[in-house]
């Protein structure tokens, strides 16, 4: 590939098929064959993004409450951890000092 500075004199030099040459030499990807998964129309991501304000509310419901359940998990699992922490504490034998 050309320098990695750019001189603005050579604004005119076409580095997308610079890019295309360099990764058909040194990867094998041919962008005609790909076609259909890289395609250069952004519209179409676009229109996969819209939502309607329903759907993100029912959105941000699942999650808190995926939230919420998680937090509950991890303090019944803080308390369960103390319990056993405790239990093999007592159960230990008491050294004279």
Known sequence: MRDFIVDDENDEYDYRKE????LKTNFGFVKERYRAQFSDDDD?????MESSYHRIEQEEEISRRLGL???IDEVLREEAEKKKR????KKRP????
């Open 86 to 89: 405790l239990s093999q504490v």
């Open 94 to 97: 008491k050294t004279a000092a």
């Open 44 to 48: 179409d991501d676009l229109k996969d």
């Open 19 to 22: 890019l295309q040459e360099t």
């Open 69 to 71: 359940k998680e937090d």
